[in-house]
């Protein structure tokens, strides 16, 4: 009972800076048996290893390059309608500084618009290769005989990853929102920043999607440019052709005679539904609502909903609940995607 007390004593006297570090570095490494000496994790090895990968590769580096080019080019063209905004009775504005990510003067778009479009080739460039060019290298079945979990290899290939594109993401946020405030010189607000760290970490949930699918399509194919060409397709099919399918089929199904208001609600919530089964129109959604908040509704509204409603901004609870639904939906299916690719690597059979 003694040595106990001695040991909560002692405890209560480190600061809990020290404490966390320690408890972190124990995450990282393990005790081998019969050693008093601690190596790093395999877990954390894997991941290690992962990263460096990722950053030293040409191809992230080129659509590195391709990001930054078009993150600063949408900042120019927000920066020159910023001053149109402030000529056309706007210097008042409660969220001025949201206008960085969504203001366009015509010749290019927004940054959340860019970050749609360019972020599933980013998690796609990232994962379309994961297991099957470990096949093809012969490497997989050596990393297997080694006394690793197979677990280990699939959840830090995911980390590992995601990893590189929060960093990413995270310094294109505060390097954007550093140079408006250079630039324009207003510094954002509690809530503007509120939506822009919501917007950085909802990108990088849709970007996890696209990854997990390069990842679950990387185990299903063996051979690399398969599962990449795969990968594109289906992010082609869901970005152009599915909303032709979609507006062809609405076409099909509008009736001929006039409907009632309340008719016409359906028919259009149902039209809309169909566009949200897609990842891209999710994301859409939801950075819109966050970026905009004027923005109050995601739906069609009956006269009845807009009479006597007051035309201001939501506030940044209230915009978070109106696009919880889309945030819930990637979520779910970048949970269902590693789901799907954890179960098939688990069973798959590695041969030497």
Request: net charge positive; hydrophobic share 50%.
């Amino acid at each position: 009972m003694s040595k106990l007390n001695e040991t909560v004593r002692l405890l209560r006297e480190i600061p809990a800076t020290l404490k966390l570090t320690t408890w972190i570095d124990q995450l990282k490494r393990k005790i081998v048996p019969g050693n008093n000496k601690s190596v790093p994790h395999p877990f954390w090895v894997i991941v290690d290893k992962e990263v460096s990968d990722h950053v030293r590769s040409w191809r992230f580096i080129v659509l590195l390059f391709l990001i930054l080019l078009t993150c600063f080019g949408s900042l120019y063209t927000s920066l020159s309608s910023i001053g149109e905004t402030v000529k056309a009775n706007e210097p008042n504005d409660m969220f001025f500084f949201l206008k960085l990510f969504t203001l366009s003067d015509g010749t290019l778009p927004p940054f959340h618009v860019f970050i749609g479009f360019l972020g599933p080739l980013l998690g796609i460039s990232l994962g379309f290769d994961a297991i099957n060019s470990e096949q093809t290298h012969g490497t997989l079945s050596r990393i297997m005989a080694q006394p690793i979990h197979r677990d280990y290899l699939i959840n830090a290939k995911f980390i590992g990853a995601l990893t590189v594109i929060s960093i990413l993401f995270f310094t294109l946020g505060f390097l954007v929102m550093g140079l408006g405030l250079i630039i324009i010189g207003i510094p954002p607000t509690a809530e503007e920043f509120l939506r822009i760290i919501s917007f950085i970490v909802l990108s990088i949930f849709y970007v996890a999607f696209w990854l997990n699918l390069a990842i679950l399509l990387s185990i299903r194919f063996r051979q690399a440019a398969t599962s990449a060409l795969t990968a594109i397709g289906v992010w082609l099919f869901f970005t152009i052709f599915y909303q032709l399918i979609v507006n062809m089929v609405a076409k099909a199904m509008m009736p001929a005679q006039p409907l009632n208001p309340q008719a016409a609600a359906q028919y259009q919530e149902f039209v809309i539904n169909l566009f949200r089964i897609v990842p891209s129109q999710l994301f859409s959604d939801a950075t819109t609502t966050l970026l905009m908040p004027s923005v109050r509704s995601l739906g069609p509204l009956t006269m009845e909903q807009v009479y006597g409603a007051i035309p201001s901004p939501l506030p940044f609870s209230q915009s978070l609940l109106l696009v919880w639904p889309q945030v819930t939906g990637l979520i779910a299916a970048t949970v269902v995607c590693f789901a799907l690719s954890y179960y098939l690597f688990m069973k798959q059979e590695i041969r030497s």
